[in-house]
């Protein structure tokens, strides 16, 4: 999202004022916010933000080869323009998504295992532990495995299919 003020830099600052029990919010821009309200004009905050948008040396020149985004246009709109950005601006891009993220590492929703695909998988993984556990004579194991397997199959296919 872009500065409401500036309409140039990408809104960090969310500034909320309530005025006569009225509520009004504004996403600022660093520098915007720091003209209205003076608070980030000390060198604490001067060295966060510098730290979070780097310094502006080298990496300034680089750009993606496939859609041409500079690596100046990523800080200033936040956004990259294709895939690659991500594997040409890596480096530049990791500490800030960490720092904003808390990891770099992409989890998503498959590991839930609550989509048809992600039970399927996890019926064929159970059936075989329940053949291995057969196979041992771990019965009391098996019996559980069953009951979770009987379950996926509730959820699958509304029933109790022994496919």
Known sequence: MLCQRCKQNIATVSYVEIINGKKFESHLCPFCYSELT????????????????GDGNAEEAVACPVCG???????????????????????LLLPQIRSIQGKDTHVGTAALNN??????????????????????????????L??????????????????
């Not at 246009?73 to 480096?91: I, N, P």
């Not at 979770?148 to 509304?158: A, F, S, V």
Request: neutral net charge.
């Open 69 to 91: 985004t500079r690596y100046t246009d990523y800080k200033r709109t936040g956004l990259v323009g294709c895939a690659t950005c991500y594997d040409v601006f890596k480096e």
């Open 38 to 53: 003076g608070d980030l004009n000390d060198s604490d905050s001067s060295a966060l933000w510098t730290n979070l948008y």
């Open 115 to 144: 989509d048809e695909y992600g039970l399927l998988r996890k019926l064929k993984s159970l059936q075989e532990r329940l053949e291995t556990a057969v196979k041992e004579r771990r019965y009391t194991q098996a019996n559980l």
């Open 146 to 163: 069953n009951k979770q397997i009987k379950e996926i199959n509730q959820k699958l296919y509304g029933g109790n299919n022994d496919e």
